[in-house]
């Protein structure tokens, strides 16, 4: 599948990145991708030839001109970061490879102490309404092992 760049394709591919890291793509890191995909509007099947993109064997895209212009806030962004929070949390934990994942995609949509501590207290109230103390406690957890930095 021939990549179109664009911004969501940016932020997926240096989420991507990260996620292979270790060369091991696990369920709940796909999980995350696949809600992040989702998020960013991203076309069916994408996956695979971003992961060409990061492996080397496919040129990606994106110009350094696109990425400098691409990086940093936009409308929806907080809503897309707290959905890929709300796919970390679905499994038992919140691995280190997980977690950076979410930092690198903070970091790239420019999300603020304030806007991620927003993002916070909105997913911890829908987990208090949803009366998922494991999430809660998984979520704690995970602010405080990884605090906003």
């Not at 895209?61 to 796919?87: M, N, V």
């Not at 999300?111 to 501590?117: D, G, K, P, S």
């Amino acid at each position: 599948m021939a990549l179109q760049s664009s911004r969501g394709l940016y932020l997926f591919l240096r989420t991507l990145e990260v996620a292979v890291d270790d060369d091991v793509i696990t369920e709940d890191e796909m999980a995350i991708l696949n809600i992040l995909s989702r998020c960013l509007d991203l076309p069916d099947g994408v996956i695979g030839s971003c992961w060409a993109v990061v492996r080397g064997s496919m040129a990606s895209p994106i110009t350094s001109e696109q990425e400098a212009s691409w990086s940093g806030k936009r409308l929806g962004d907080a809503t897309c970061y707290q959905s890929a929070i709300i796919a970390a949390l679905d499994d038992e934990v919140i691995t280190e490879e997980e977690m950076a994942m979410l930092d690198c995609l903070r970091k790239a949509m420019g999300i603020q102490t304030n806007e991620h501590a927003m993002v916070a207290e909105a997913v911890l109230h829908m987990i208090n309404n949803a009366g998922e103390e494991r999430h809660r406690d998984r979520f704690e957890a995970y602010l405080t092992s990884h605090p906003y930095r």
